[in-house]
Each structure stands twice: as C-alpha cells, then as structure tokens.
C-alpha cells in the first residue's frame, strides 16, 4: 500500500476491510488522488484509484468513508463553494469499481450544505441542502 511518494490520510472503512487514502505514488489525476485497497485475508490488494468525479485534477484528499466507503465526505473547491473548500457528501458504486477496477459511477448525487439557489434541481431550505446530480 505504501509507496517511495506522498501517502496521506488513511481512513478505514466500519468494518476495516477497506483502506482508504491519498498518494501521489500512483499515477494519478492531479498530485494527490484518493485511493482504496481492500484487506483479503491478512494482505491488502492492490490500491485502486477512485478516479473521476470522485478525484479531480486538484490534490484530493482526506475521504471519509461511511459504512463500507460507497458513501463518504470529501473536501473540495467548486465554483459554488462558499470559501477555499466545502465539505461534500459522495455516494458511488464502490463494489463495481473494485471488481472491474473501471471508473466508479455516482449512484445519485452530491450533497452539500449551502445557500439554496434556483440554478440546482432540488433543495431542502430547511436543512440548507443544495443537490445535484454529477455526470461522469
């Protein structure tokens, strides 16, 4: 799992089976991308690049998994954002993405909390959710 390079922010899954975390030890999108290796037995296999929506071409770090790590929080800079980074919940098919080790396809949406505004399909004044939907 480790690398000569950067390899940051390890975050395990509930049940710790998954490791996620950033490097800039593999090829990559940006410098840092978020990665996932899987525990099998005793060993870890090999790390899987979470690719594109879930890594931009900005240094992408600090996921936090929910559950198994299909879901889980990210920082990132939009051009919504409210400052430098806002937090951003992502949900994405995980289990396909580490058995085809293709691109991950997002299930439903991202959410993050915000001003709403007429520009996004769905909002929950309420809570202050803004949602939208993001196409690979």
Do not use: H
């Not at 999108?29 to 290796?37: K, L, N, P």
């Not at 051009?79 to 293709?102: A, K, W």
């Amino acid at each position: 799992v480790n690398t000569p390079f950067d390899d940051i922010a390890p975050a395990l899954s509930v049940k710790g089976n998954r490791l996620f975390y950033s490097s800039k030890g593999f090829k990559t999108m940006g410098g840092f991308d978020i990665f996932v290796s899987q525990r099998v037995k005793k060993t870890w296999t090999k790390p899987v690049n979470l690719q594109y929506p879930i890594n931009t071409t900005d240094d992408d770090v600090f996921y936090q998994p929910i559950g198994n790590g299909s879901i889980g929080y990210v920082s990132r800079t939009m051009p919504q954002s409210f400052g430098e980074n806002d937090i951003y919940r992502v949900e994405f098919n995980l289990d396909s993405l580490l058995q085809s080790t293709g691109i991950p396809l997002v299930k439903e949406q991202l959410f993050f909390n915000s001003s709403c505004q007429s520009c996004f399909p769905k909002c929950n004044k309420s809570r202050g959710d803004r949602i939208f939907t993001v196409k690979p």
